[in-house]
T-cell receptor, first 112, second 115 residues
Framework: SQQGEEDPQALSIQEGENATMNCSYK?????LQWYRQNSGRGLVHLIL?????REKHSGRLRVTLDTSKKSSSLLITASRAADTASYFC????????????FGQGTRLTINP | GAGVSQSPSNKVTEKGKDVELRCDPI?????LYWYRQSLGQGLEFLIY????????KSGLPSDRFSAERTGGSVSTLTIQRTQQEDSAVYLC?????????????FGPGTRLTVL
């Protein structure tokens, strides 16, 4: 079963706008990661945030983590057409092997 | 260096046939993971290797699925007597040590279609 739920399921914005995607999860985690997937194939790792961190930045990406609410958000600033993809959050649980437990993903479309 | 590679990129098979999917991890990575992505189930974990052993096989959906890893490198996922519900993209990932906080690097996947 999926650990996380992402919202929205689909997001369409104009190029240059900011895009925000949210992820909620159910059980305690060691860390949470965000991935991008183009054309339904390989996943590209974007950013990892540990359970003791609250915010992390990487280029145009900003990730927040609220462990009390069991939620995370991914913000992409100044979006570009090339950012069009599906975005997944994935958690690594405190107990068990280091497998990733994925959310259902958000399909992001950037309109030129 | 080269990333994770998978072969074949696409596989079409008939129901009841066996298939083998191959994964070449990044050189030197000790941890290897198999995931499956299907329309109905999303992205699901299948199995995890640390070296040649598989401490977590909890995601394998049935005994028709098996995987092995040899020489701490290449892994093969075998599906016997394929069913239509096995149709999915099978993704392989590797990481340096398999410890918490390790980044998993994914291959391009194998799209399996069972007719």
């Amino acid at each position: 079963s999926q650990q996380g739920e992402e919202d929205p399921q689909a997001l369409s914005i104009q190029e240059g706008e900011n895009a925000t995607m949210n992820c909620s999860y159910k059980t305690s985690i060691n860390n949470l990661q965000w991935y991008r997937q183009n054309s339904g194939r390989g996943l590209v790792h974007l950013i990892l945030i540990r359970s003791n961190e609250r915010e992390k930045h990487s280029g145009r990406l900003r990730v927040t983590l609220d462990t009390s609410k069991k939620s995370s958000s991914l913000l992409i600033t100044a979006s570009r057409a090339a950012d069009t993809a599906s975005y997944f959050c994935a958690t690594v649980l405190i107990q068990g092997a280091q497998k990733l437990v994925f959310g259902q993903g958000t399909r992001l479309t950037i309109n030129p | 260096g080269a990333g994770v590679s998978q072969s074949p990129s696409n596989k079409v098979t008939e129901k009841g046939k066996d298939v083998e999917l191959r994964c070449d991890p990044i050189s030197g990575h000790t941890a290897l993971y198999w995931y499956r992505q299907s329309l109905g189930q999303g992205l699901e974990f299948l199995i995890y290797f640390q070296g040649n052993s598989a401490p977590d096989k909890s995601g394998l959906p049935s005994d028709r699925f098996s995987a092995e890893r040899t020489g701490g490198s290449v892994s093969t996922l075998t599906i016997q007597r394929t069913q239509q519900e096995d149709s999915a993209v099978y993704l392989c990932a590797s990481s340096s040590y398999g410890t918490w906080g390790d980044t998993q690097y994914f291959g391009p996947g194998t799209r399996l279609t069972v007719l």
